[in-house]
């Protein structure tokens, strides 16, 4: 957005007109198939800082201060009811903060309405009007803006090509499957040049095989937009799977903020380590706090020749086949566990001589050992 923007009356914040002039501001999209690229999308960053929210008694966010780097996927992932529906609405303009402020481009939109704010939300419903045509579906915000009838034809038949629904455009949304009406709430996005894309679980009403695959074209899309985009899930799959970082919030706080190899290898605290693997996380006591490994990283002692190791002697009690890989339930000898221990073993592992009910010359490599103090924050 240029400094002139048309975010008309917008409270200029932390970032001055002529520092945000150094910021590349569009870049071009190049539609896969090599056809010239169709319009310029705006690279914006959001801030939320300090955010809290009340309900009454109820504080749904809690001091959240995060930022999107320029053209990211971030993902805000956390159990149900911790605050990140929410946070997405007021930065969408459709909630107001009890404290806080949330900037685009570094300017404050606090007093924005959401129309002013070039976001675009897509819900988990998606809104799609059952009445009118994919057409007139995708083109509605564009004419209730006003924008001239060749523009709004344009811009409908780019971001249709962009999206590969362009054969769809005369049917009606019940005529179409999950993944594709999914696919035309994104064009209805679109077709608004947001600065900002908010994705509140877009992909929770389609069965686990249409997830998968409307996951990586998600993924693809944003990449060819680069359009910042935070989406909100508490499918710690895919998040990892689609964020460029993932913002772990737990009861309105945010626990972590990094990419998914950061928060899984190195987890901020032990509810990340606890939210996120499955199984997750090992936690055994020890001097007050606790000790921490994947269970993948727990293997029987003989496949970890060469390197430091902790042994721990483990006791089986049940096995579970998963197809590409065993989970081994049990117990650790002399230790005190947060929870029952696992061990998961891929399915080219043969497990001979270890059964359940016995004991089984266990270890973890040291430096796969994670150490979390008294309050549970990791000690590096
Ligand atoms: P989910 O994944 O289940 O959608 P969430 O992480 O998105 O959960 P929010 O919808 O943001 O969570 O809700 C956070 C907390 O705020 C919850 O305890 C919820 O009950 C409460 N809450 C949300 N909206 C309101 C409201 N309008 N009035 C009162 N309490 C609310």
Request: aromatic share 6%; with cysteine.
């Amino acid at each position: 957005m240029s400094c002139g923007g048309t975010r008309s009356g917008v409270h200029r914040g932390a970032q001055s007109c002529n520092q945000l002039a150094n910021i590349p501001r569009t870049l071009d999209i190049r539609v896969a198939d090599g056809r010239s690229p169709a319009m310029e999308v705006e690279v914006a960053s959001v801030t939320a800082s300090g955010i809290t929210k009340e309900f009454g008694q109820v504080t749904a966010v809690d001091g959240i201060t995060l930022s999107t780097r320029d053209g990211e996927f971030l993902v805000m992932l956390g159990p149900s009811g911790c605050g990140k529906t929410t946070l997405l609405r007021i930065i969408a303009g459709l909630e107001t903060p009890t404290a806080g402020e949330i900037l685009i481009d570094g300017e404050v939109v606090n007093d924005l309405p959401p129309r002013a704010r070039g976001v675009a939300m897509v819900f988990q419903s998606y809104g799609l009007y059952p009445h009118l045509t994919i057409w007139n579906n995708i083109a509605f915000p564009l004419k209730t803006q006003g924008t001239p009838r060749h523009e709004i034809k344009r811009k409908v038949e780019w971001a249709a090509r962009l999206l590969g629904i362009d054969r769809l455009l005369d049917r009606r949304p019940r005529q179409l499957s999950g993944g594709e009406r999914q696919r035309v709430a994104l064009a209805r996005a679109l077709v608004r040049e947001p600065t900002v894309f908010l994705l509140d679980e877009p992909l929770s009403n389609l069965d686990a095989k249409l997830r998968a695959s409307a996951r990586s074209e998600l993924k693809q899309f944003q990449q060819t937009v680069r359009t910042a985009t935070i989406y909100v899930t508490h499918d710690q799959v895919e998040a990892m799977g689609m964020g460029d970082r993932i913002a772990v919030i737990d009861h309105g706080k945010l626990r972590q903020i990094g990419t998914p190899a950061e928060i899984y290898e190195y987890p901020a605290d032990e509810f990340v380590a606890s939210f996120l693997g499955t199984p997750p996380m090992n936690l055994i006591e020890r001097d007050g706090g606790s000790l921490g490994f994947r269970p993948e990283a727990f293997l029987p002692k003989e496949l970890l020749n060469g390197s430091a190791l902790m042994e721990l002697p483990f006791r089986i009690d049940r096995v579970e086949y998963l197809g590409s890989e065993r989970i081994l339930y049990g117990g650790l000898e002399g230790r005190v566990a947060k929870r029952e221990v696992t061990a998961k073993l891929p399915a080219h592992v043969v497990l001979d001589g270890i059964h359940a009910g016995e004991w089984h010359a266990f270890a973890v490599r040291e430096r796969e050992l994670r150490y979390f103090d008294r309050t549970g924050l990791q000690v590096r």
